[in-house]
Each structure stands twice: as structure tokens, then as C-alpha cells.
């Protein structure tokens, strides 16, 4: 009985969209409090806003002139003003004496300087400034807050040093660890999971981790000295502007040290003996636990695998699944010169080679190559002395070096290996290079090839290149004031400020473009309609399924396809269909409630729960409210009245859809038989669903 009258509750709750409470409104009320549970003393019983996930209860009330907020029957407040953060329902921002703002998407502040934020563990505050962060990786809460001018962290075990700025905040290993950079004065500082770290340059913050946690390395900045960080310790001084690598089962952390004039390599704590003017190169054995790399003295080349002196005098690498490609440094004098190149085999032996000799002296900028993510391509930087740095891909240079100084650590490959993209700098501009596709360069055997340059930016947040799953290169980058959503060769319209990313599963980019105030949707390169937040579905097309405003209005957006407008909609319960692009979801004109995703929408309740199709996207079923009385709706068919219906289950062949009532005391299961046999309409749709080529 109790979890039928925790089912009712949830049900009614489904209903509710969030409603900033404020006492400059009029009075608005959505539902009765005795559809909740008691209230406290002196609360007004009109709900304006409620939520739960499941086990427990939040909701906004009125009290008197002000509003409070009710966490399980605990009051917190009274306040001025009062917002459920769209993020989280569970949580709100609130304000004794001023108003709450909203800025840059996630930022709040309050009129008075004093904005707290609350949730059912309680009250946090005051902040000046408040800013609230969402991550895919966990469901932890975690934001930044201003006191007296200085930023904390807060996570949910620990809350950070005083900063200045607090920056660049991601999940690494899988979301079980949290970077960040944090400034002091002039001095930049690594956060790991809110823990101070050593000082770091913030131009070359790179951080190596393994997914289970156990190895996280960086590079600090100590004394004027790049130092190799392991686990929060320092290591030796890092040779020339090499970085730390990781070892392939992520146990192990390698990197080119300097002591007194002379390199030698480090694995994790341990200093190899090997001694000499220069390492040339650094990989990883075949059996992926040992450092190999090359030391260069007296124009001499040595190669080692961990401590061992082998009998080569070439660098060999390996990359790919099984160790298909061996990659193998050569050198030798041309013209009172050295000229390297690398030369890629099938085998250890390296006897079927795909890269010749160049004619000109090359050097091999930090001897480092990147090879395609299919294994079969390969590429990296070499100059030609007196002509400036090139790319060479699969042995072929570019035709003109890029206008500009290459960052040669930006170097990344296409996900489907066509080609490679790096970052080029220019006067304190960047821009994006991306090479010529393989197809090109099939075409054109022996030729140099050339590059495709992207526009020229003031910024690129965080210098990342990333890419669709259609393989087209996506950044944000900022010209001027304003910020544009990169997607391939075409960029959006100029924003005050852009959104995440977010990648489509079928390919395109995804955010926000916030413009006056105003948030719109962006898709790909054009804009889209106004949203209060972005948070889309995606349809089997790709397409993104998001909600739009328009004149205090809501509506449903498949695409660039605007639905009906409704007073509301349930934003956090819409239902895909399995088969096609449509979606079914509870939508509000006036008090009443209907479905949107039948035929046809033939009943107004007073309540609804969340829709849901069958297997076979044939059907659609949710239970509803009127009167005190509740009904399963199938198919836009009511079947009824009982005293209670749980959710719908539909078998897993269409055929039958089962759900729990209640009639006084008496529960009761139900099984409606959906029909005999497979419809030949269901046949096909599953067709379609399971044969690509259909």
C-alpha cells in the first residue's frame, strides 16, 4: 500500500515543470499540497513548484510574502526569491533581500551580493557569485563560489584553497578524478580533485591518466623548470620541451630527463643509468611495459629497451593492433648536414619500407610520430632547412609551410584516418589546419600535397580540436566579443557566448548561442529556436529533439520542425520512439494535461505519467487522472476507472501490455492482449530497424 501511495505521489510530481518563485508574481498554484504529503505550519498550501527522484520529496512554496523551499517536510528559507536550478531539480539558488540573475548559462548572482544555494543537505552561503557545473561523467554537485573576491571549489568531500580563478575544470579516468588549474596572483597552481597542486604553466597544462585513477602525471613549473608530477610527487627536470607518456596498459609513466648537460630516461620513479648528449626518441616496447628509446652521442645511436643495450642503431616503435607498423628513425649525413627520416615497415625487421630518403636535408621536429587510428597512416612534423616546419603525411610534405609557428603538440587524426588537423599561431591568432583527405593524396602519387586553412580567431577555448561522429573538425573559437560554433568549414552566427558542445550520435555538433540574454539552440552551423536550456534528444535520424519558448509558450522541435505550442510541457519525461524520429511526451493547455505522440489526442486529464511505446513502436500507453479516478490509456483508449494504475510493462514481442490496479483494497494485475499475430506493418518496421542496407 505504501509504495502504491509513493507511486501516486511520483505520478502527480511528473506533471510539474519549474517555476521561478518570486514575490513580485501573482499567485499561480499548480496543485493541491494534499496531492503531497503534511506541510509545515503556516505554508501556504498552493505548490508552485515541485520535483522528486524517486525517494524524495522537494518542492517551492509560498509563505506569506516570501517563499521557502521544503526538502521531506524540512523548511529552508523564508527568501525573496527562490529558483530551482534547471540542472538539477533538487537544488535551488536563492536570495533574501535582492534578485537573481542569470549569466553565461550557469552563473548566478543576486542584486544584494548574496546568493545561497540549497538542497536537502542543507543551506550553503552567502556567495557573491555562484556557478553551477554539470558533468556527463557524475552525478556529484559540484561549483565554484566567490566570497570576498576569492573562488572556492566545492565538491562533495572537499572544498579547495582560495583562488583568484579557477579554470579548465574536466573529468579524467572516467570520471572518477577532477582537474582543474587555479591562479594566484601571476601563478597558476593544479587542482586534482581539490587538492592544491604544484605550480604549472597554463599554456602547457597537459595532464596523462589512467582510467582506473592509480597513475595521473603532469608537468610543473618549479623554479623556472619543467618538472615531470607523479602522483602529487615531483620528479626530475624534464630535457628540452618533452612531456611525460603513458605506457599502453596505463601502469607506467616514461619521460626524457636532464641532469648536468646530459638526457637520460625515467620510469616512474626510476632513473635509468644510460647517459648521453640527447634522447631522440621515446615509445614503448612490444610487451608495453618497458620504455625504448634512442640516445644520440658522438653521432652515434643506441637503442634501448629499459635498461638493456640492444644491438640496433635505429629507434623502433610499434602502434596498431598486434603490432602491424614499425616505425624506424634513419639519419645520415647529405650536404654537410644531418637528414632524418622515418622509415615505416609490417615488421620488427622493418624490410618492407614506405618511405624513402628525402633529397634535401629534413630534421624531424622532437621525433615523435602519431599514427591514424586505423593504424595503416602516419604523420608528423619535419623541417626543411631554410624553409620552415612542414606536416608530412604517409611520407608526402606539404606544399608550403603554414603561415605561421605550428603547435606541434596540437597534432590530431580524423577518426576515420582521411586526415590529420593541428593548431597554427599568428600575432596572438590561431587557426585550425587540416590536411588534404586520403582520397587527394591517392590521386596524386609522388606530389606534394596542400593544406586547407581554417579562418583566423582571437581564441580557441582550451586550444581543443575535436570531431564529429560524421568525421568534421568542431571548436568553439572567438573573434572579437564574439564566439562562433565551428562545425567543418562553416561557422555559426556570432554569440555573446556559446554552450558545450555536444556531439549528435549520427553526427553535427550541438550547444547554445547566448545572445541579449536570450539562449538559442544551434545545430551544426545555423541557429535554431530560443530554449531556457539545451539539454536535446536524438532521434535514429541524428536529428536533435529539443523544447523551444516562443511567447511564454512551449513547444516540442524535431530538427528544425516546430510542434504544436502548449502552456507547458513535462520537460525531464519524453519517450523516443524505437523505430522512427517522432517522441511522445505530457503536455499542459490551461490546468489540463494530454499526450503528444498518438494519432491523435482525443482526452484532457488532470494528471498524466510519462508515455511509453512498445517494443515495436506500434503502441503507446500512460496512466492518467481525473476526477480522483485513474485510467491506463492505450492507444488513446481509456481503460477504466480504478482507484490506482501502476506503469504499463509491454512484453518484449508487442503482443500483450500488463499493469497493476487498484479498486478499494483490491489489487489487481491486467493483461491486454495486443493481437494474435505480428502485423505485418510491425514486421517491416523491425526490418527497417535491424537491416542497415533497409
Wanted: glycine share 8%; net charge neutral.
Amino acid at each position: 500500500m505504501n509504495a502504491l501511495r509513493h507511486l501516486a505521489l511520483g505520478v502527480v510530481i511528473l506533471s510539474c515543470s519549474t517555476i521561478v518563485a518570486s514575490s513580485g508574481h501573482a499567485d499561480d498554484p499548480r496543485f493541491h499540497a494534499r496531492d503531497l504529503s503534511p506541510l509545515p505550519s503556516g505554508v501556504d498550501p498552493r505548490i508552485w513548484s515541485a520535483r522528486t527522484d524517486g525517494q524524495r520529496v522537494a518542492y517551492i512554496a509560498r509563505e506569506n510574502s516570501a517563499y521557502v523551499a521544503i526538502f521531506d517536510n524540512e523548511r529552508m528559507g523564508p527568501y525573496r526569491q527562490l529558483q530551482a536550478l534547471p540542472h538539477d531539480d533538487l537544488y535551488f539558488v536563492a536570495s533574501q533581500y535582492g534578485r537573481i540573475s542569470r549569466r553565461n548559462h550557469n552563473q548566478y548572482s543576486a542584486t544584494d551580493g548574496q546568493v545561497f544555494l540549497g538542497s536537502r543537505h542543507g543551506v550553503k552561503g552567502p556567495y557573491r557569485k555562484l556557478v553551477w557545473m554539470t558533468f556527463p561523467e557524475t552525478d556529484d554537485v559540484i561549483f565554484k563560489a566567490q566570497i570576498r573576491g576569492k573562488w572556492f571549489l566545492h565538491l562533495p568531500h572537499r572544498v579547495s584553497d582560495p583562488f583568484d580563478a579557477i579554470e579548465g575544470l574536466h573529468f579524467v579516468s572516467d570520471g572518477r578524478v577532477l582537474i582543474a588549474r587555479a591562479r594566484i596572483g601571476e601563478r597558476w597552481f593544479k587542482l586534482v580533485d581539490g587538492k592544491t597542486g604544484h605550480p604549472i604553466d597554463p599554456k602547457q597544462d597537459a595532464t596523462l591518466a589512467s582510467s582506473t585513477g592509480e597513475v595521473l602525471a603532469y608537468v610543473a613549473v618549479v623554479k623556472g623548470k619543467r618538472r615531470a608530477v607523479l602522483n602529487g610527487e615531483l620528479g626530475h627536470v624534464l630535457a628540452r620541451d618533452t612531456v611525460p607518456l603513458m605506457s599502453p596498459d596505463q601502469k607506467h609513466i616514461a619521460y626524457i630527463a636532464t641532469h648536468s648537460g646530459e638526457e637520460f630516461v625515467v620510469l616512474d620513479k626510476q632513473a635509468f643509468d644510460a647517459r648521453a648528449n640527447a634522447v631522440v626518441h621515446l615509445g614503448w616496447s612490444r610487451e608495453r611495459r618497458s620504455p625504448i628509446y634512442v640516445m644520440q652521442a658522438d653521432k652515434q645511436y643506441r637503442l634501448y629497451v629499459g635498461n638493456t643495450l640492444e644491438t640496433h642503431n635505429d629507434a623502433e616503435i610499434e602502434f596498431g593492433e598486434g603490432g602491424k607498423l614499425i616505425a624506424t628513425l634513419s639519419s645520415k649525413q647529405v650536404r654537410n648536414d644531418i637528414s632524418e627520416w622515418w622509415q615505416i615497415g609490417a615488421n620488427v625487421d622493418a624490410r618492407e619500407l614506405h618511405e624513402e630518403e628525402p633529397a634535401l636535408p629534413v630534421r624531424i621536429s622532437d621525433h615523435r610520430i602519431l599514427f591514424s587510428p586505423n593504424g595503416k597512416r602516419w604523420a608528423y612534423f619535419a623541417e626543411r632547412l631554410g624553409d620552415g616546419v612542414y606536416l608530412v603525411v604517409d611520407g608526402k610534405p606539404e606544399k608550403l609551410a603554414p603561415d605561421g609557428e605550428i603547435d606541434r603538440g596540437s597534432l590530431v587524426w580524423s577518426p576515420d584516418s582521411a586526415y590529420a588537423a593541428y593548431l597554427v599561431r599568428k600575432n596572438d591568432k590561431t587557426r585550425v589546419v587540416q590536411s588534404a583527405p586520403a582520397s587527394w593524396l591517392a590521386s596524386r602519387p609522388g606530389d606534394w600535397f596542400g593544406a586547407r586553412d581554417g579562418e583566423w580567431f582571437d581564441e580557441l577555448e582550451d586550444d581543443r580540436i575535436q570531431f564529429a561522429r560524421d568525421d568534421r573538425l568542431v571548436y568553439k573559437a572567438r573573434k572579437g566579443r564574439k564566439w562562433y560554433l565551428v562545425v567543418g568549414s562553416r561557422k555559426s552566427q556570432g554569440f555573446d557566448g556559446v554552450g558545450p558542445i555536444i556531439l549528435g550520435p549520427q553526427g553535427g555538433a550541438f550547444s547554445t548561442g547566448l545572445k541579449k540574454g536570450t539562449e538559442y539552440a544551434l545545430i551544426n552551423h545555423k541557429t535554431g529556436s530560443v530554449v531556457e536550456e539545451f539539454d536535446p534528444l536524438f532521434g535514429r535520424s541524428g536529428d536533435p529533439i529539443y523544447l523551444a519558448q516562443d511567447d511564454d509558450k512551449t513547444f516540442c522541435v524535431v530538427g528544425f520542425f516546430r510542434q504544436k505550442r502548449f502552456d507547458d510541457i513535462a520537460r525531464t519525461r519524453m519517450t523516443l520512439h524505437p523505430v522512427d524520429d517522432a517522441v511522445a511526451y505530457a503536455a499542459r493547455e490551461g490546468e489540463m494535461w494530454l499526450v503528444m505522440g498518438a494519432s491523435k489526442s482525443n482526452y484532457r486529464w488532470d494528471h498524466v505519467s510519462t508515455p511509453l511505446y512498445s517494443p515495436d513502436g506500434q503502441h503507446l500507453a500512460y496512466t492518467a487522472e481525473v476526477e480522483d479516478k485513474w485510467y491506463l490509456v492505450l492507444d488513446e483508449k481509456p481503460i477504466g476507472p480504478f482507484d490506482l494504475v501502476d506503469v504499463p510493462v509491454f512484453s518484449d514481442d508487442s503482443r500483450h501490455v500488463a499493469y497493476l490496479t487498484r479498486k478499494g483494497r483490491a489489487l489487481s494485475w491486467r493483461v491486454e492482449k495486443l493481437y494474435k499475430e505480428p502485423a505485418p506493418k510491425q514486421v517491416a518496421r523491425k526490418a527497417a530497424a535491424t537491416q542497415p542496407d533497409a
